[in-house]
């Protein structure tokens, strides 16, 4: 059973940054793919970035050249950098694993981690 640790989330201003981290237990960390999503209320959860075993990544059109994913196999913790944040970044920010890229890109997942909230003011 993966287990899902997400934290780091807060209160910000807008323009501001937060590193937001998830710790994964009860699988193989190093071979798996990884994804943050975010759900703001009244919609639907979204990917934000993923991150392949290789480190090939990808990012939603909307954060691409704010927000950095990145991984460290040694400490089985993924990391979602957020800069220049703003109130539409509003949202529980989740992590996710699979072994394949399309399960992590599709988000789809049976389980979520209890997530991080991310409250950006203007």
């Known amino acids: 059973q993966v287990q899902l640790v997400e934290s780091g989330g807060g209160l910000v201003q807008a323009g501001g940054s937060l590193r937001l981290s998830c710790v994964v237990s009860?699988?193989?960390?190093?071979?798996?793919?990884m994804g943050w999503y975010r759900q703001a209320p009244g919609k639907q959860r979204e990917l934000v970035a993923a991150?392949?075993?290789?480190?090939?990544?990808t990012y939603a059109d909307s954060v691409k050249g704010r927000f950095t994913i990145s991984r460290d196999n040694a400490k089985n913790t993924v990391y979602l950098q957020v800069n220049s944040l703003k109130p539409e970044d509003t949202a529980v920010y989740y992590c996710?694993?699979?072994?394949?890229?399309?399960?992590?890109?599709?988000?789809?997942?049976?389980?979520w981690g209890q997530g991080t909230q991310v409250t950006v003011s203007s």
């Open positions: 996710n694993t699979d072994r394949h890229w399309p399960t992590v890109v599709a988000g789809r997942f049976d389980s």
């Open positions: 009860g699988s193989i960390f190093s071979i798996n793919c």
């Open positions: 991150i392949a075993r290789g480190g090939t990544t």
